[in-house]
């Protein structure tokens, strides 16, 4: 038995919180794509393997590691590789989300309000001005660190649950089974599941015993899992194929097709501000992680202090990417996911995983070997699905 379970309840939602975001937005749409019985088989290996791999990261976290940070861990590990592949990981991460962000709040607001709908540039660059000033000033007051702002997303998520069923008819969920497609809701659902940052601050409120905090770590993904499901389900079996295919082709998040199908107020509303809160607040906690370490490095090799100047260098490649390409949210979640979080989450605690076996007994290290290569092999093969995809166009879904 766990000793105070009730000590569980905090960190567990925390997990849970993070996990709460905005993959949630994209999920539904390239889950459909594959079909419902495919694409749920896909999302539980997933939650599995990243489940697993936050154990490898906890496991290492022990009460004298006051600033734990994975490039450091993974240098610990494997050596200067080990921390460069993390760092570079850690940037495709910050970089891409940020566009992911931009494009996704614009494209959910043109496309559920008609008379803005040949707006989205000015829209997406009016909040970029906004989310500017908000982290180079230093104001957080929109973060999941902020009770009210928790409070609202998940207000907002259960008034779209109770309202997204209105039209939903458990025959679509079979209407496709397209196997080949499974592969595009993979990075999808790593994004979904990527909570990895935070597993310090879990540990920390647990005292650093790994038990529990493997036990709030499950307890929290089990209910995130549970969530992302649900919604899916509401959203695969209330959508045709035909308006998740097109749905997907632009770049759309699955609030938008559900809003004009059911023409619900309350689900318009909700969404919205679902949406808005939870990009706003993702935006301003890897924005600010972005900002910091542009600031460290402008200012260490370049002796660069002024922030509107490191903002800039930020925070300008994101609005141009996003600019020349307003339709990127899924396919820059997708690079996300099946690139930076993959690697750094799934590829490369395999490998530790793997170091790790060799110190344990026969029986046990049998288990690490398998654990550890299910998850390289898994991760490898997202990721190269994903480069080629994105770089190469191979693999692109033929409707």
Known sequence: MIKNFSRLIGPAFLVLGNVLGVGILAGPITAGLSGFIPSFLGIILIWLLMMLSSFVIAYAIKPGNKHFDLPSFYSEKMGPIGKWIAIICNLIILYGVLVAYLSGISTIIAHLFPILSSHQLIIMLTYFVIMFLLIVTGNKAISKNNIVVITLIWLCFFLMISTAFSYFNISRLN???NWKYVPVILPIAISSFHFHNIIPTV????????????????????CGLIINLLWAISVLGSLSYDVIVQSYQHGVPATVPMSHLLHNQIFLYSGLLFA?????????????????????????????SNKYIIGAIAFVPPIVCALNYPKIFVEALSFVGGIGEDLLFLTLPGLVLLQMSKHQSASVATWLKFIAWIMIIVSSYICIYVFCQKFLGMFQPNF
């Not at 540990?203 to 089990?222: N, P, Q, R």
């Not at 906690?285 to 490095?297: E, K, P, Q, R």
């Open 203 to 222: 540990s920390k409120k647990l005292d650093y015993d790994f038990k529990s905090t493997c036990w709030a770590i499950f307890i929290g993904l089990f």
């Open 276 to 304: 808005v809160l939870a990009v706003t607040a993702a935006f301003i906690a890897n924005g600010t992680g972005l900002f910091g370490f542009i600031s460290d490095l402008s200012y260490n090799y370049f002796k660069i």
């Open 175 to 177: 209407e496709t089974e």
